[in-house]
T-cell receptor
Framework: DIQMTQSPSSLSASVGDSVTITCRASEDISNSLAWYQQKPGKAPKLLLYATSRLESGVPSRFSGSRSGADYTLTISSLQPEDFATYYC?????????FGPGTKVDIK | EVNLVESGGGLVQPGGSLRLSCSASGFTVSDSYMSWVRQAPGKGLEWVSV???????FYSDSVKGRFTISRDNSKNTLDLQINSLRVEDTAVYYC?????????????WGQGTLISVSS
């Protein structure tokens, strides 16, 4: 099974900050990487897929990129509604696996 | 508009069984890739199972042999038969529909249904 790691596990930031979350796969997943946002008590929401494709309706302050085995989610100019937990997920092959999550809270 | 509504969760004893159902609207379940994803209380997301439009199914190792994913085309629902329940199966179970051209990308999610396994 492909293992996904995520860093950091949590971070504190202020409104307006730029934040970066990194995800690494245990083997090549060829850009088959999605990012989800989850708020307490709610279902996850798809933000990006194929590393950098923005889901319809998601603000452009969310972006994704890849450098080697590292996949990155960047939120530029953090907004109050962005405080949540973020998960990466590989869909290269089943079993589809998620990273452990990164909680972004208010500094 | 795509909508997914899960039902069937509840409190069950270890070793028991449950059947979850996901009622879909706005699209045809049998034409789609559909998955179940679960989340234990306070924990992360775990993919459970997928059924492809062609009927192929896959399961995570943790549920293989105990869970069965299926669909009811007449009702446009996705189901999950869960047998031999364990305490560690306690979780919110989400029904998802994959993105049309990106299988494995969970584009639409239901609100989830909670299974609690306890004696």
């Amino acid at each position: 099974d492909i293992q996904m790691t995520q860093s950091p596990s949590s971070l504190s930031a202020s409104v307006g900050d730029s934040v970066t979350i990194t995800c690494r796969a245990s083997e090549d997943i060829s850009n088959s990487l999605a990012w989800y946002q989850q708020k307490p008590g709610k279902a996850p929401k798809l933000l990006l897929y194929a590393t950098s494709r923005l889901e319809s309706g998601v603000p452009s302050r969310f972006s994704g990129s890849r450098s080697g085995a590292d996949y990155t989610l960047t939120i530029s100019s953090l907004q109050p509604e962005d405080f949540a937990t973020y998960y990466c997920q590989q869909y290269y092959t089943p079993p589809f696996t998620f990273g452990p999550g990164t909680k972004v809270d208010i500094k | 508009e795509v909508n997914l509504v899960e039902s069937g969760g509840g409190l069950v004893q270890p070793g028991g069984s449950l059947r979850l159902s996901c009622s879909a609207s706005g699209f045809t379940v049998s034409d789609s890739y559909m998955s179940w994803v679960r989340q234990a209380p306070g924990k992360g997301l775990e993919w459970v199972s997928v059924i492809y439009s062609g009927g192929s199914t896959f399961y995570s190792d943790s549920v293989k042999g105990r869970f069965t994913i299926s669909r009811d085309n007449s009702k446009n629902t996705l189901d999950l038969q869960i047998n031999s329940l364990r305490v560690e199966d306690t979780a919110v179970y989400y029904c998802t529909r994959d993105a049309v051209t990106f299988g494995g990308v969970f584009e639409y999610w239901g609100q989830g249904t909670l299974i609690s396994v306890s004696s």
